[in-house]
């Protein structure tokens, strides 16, 4: 039981730090200061070509005014530029400029050295105990309460 409570502690200090983390805006090198939904936002336009504000809404799972708000002020800050199709005058899309992209792949390397990191863990343990440490992560995600 005391094993439990300490399991249950951790996994709410973890989510604490990361909540936390993504509050902060952060420069990834370029000098750009930015908040967890701006990057986010890049990413998805990055990874998902032609991409258009209800398209990034769903992939973010944000509101359409959410995105709207976040694209333009990624417009001011000159990382993303809008355009519209000549086949879709309707709809406006989104890409990132050379700078948004350098900064989508400073992005990138933030992430890789934290997995590596998680990779090293793993690559130290059983296939066991990677297992158990599956099974509760998709255990807590399934039973985590939404409301």
Known sequence: MKEE?????????????????????????????????????????????????????????ITNGAVSQVTNKLIKKGLIE????????????????EHGQKVNALHNEYHKKLYNKIHQYFSASSENDIKVINNFLDWTIENWPTK
Do not use: W
């Open 5 to 61: 409570m300490e399991i249950i502690e951790k996994a709410e200090r973890l989510l604490n730090i990361m909540n936390q983390g993504n509050k902060k805006p952060r420069d990834y090198g370029t000098g750009d200061v930015l908040y967890h939904s701006e990057i986010h936002t890049i990413e998805a336009i990055y990874n998902h070509k032609n991409v258009n504000a209800s398209e990034i809404s769903s992939i973010l799972g």
């Open 82 to 97: 809008q355009y519209q199709s000549p086949d879709n005058k309707k709809d406006v899309f989104y890409k990132l400029t």
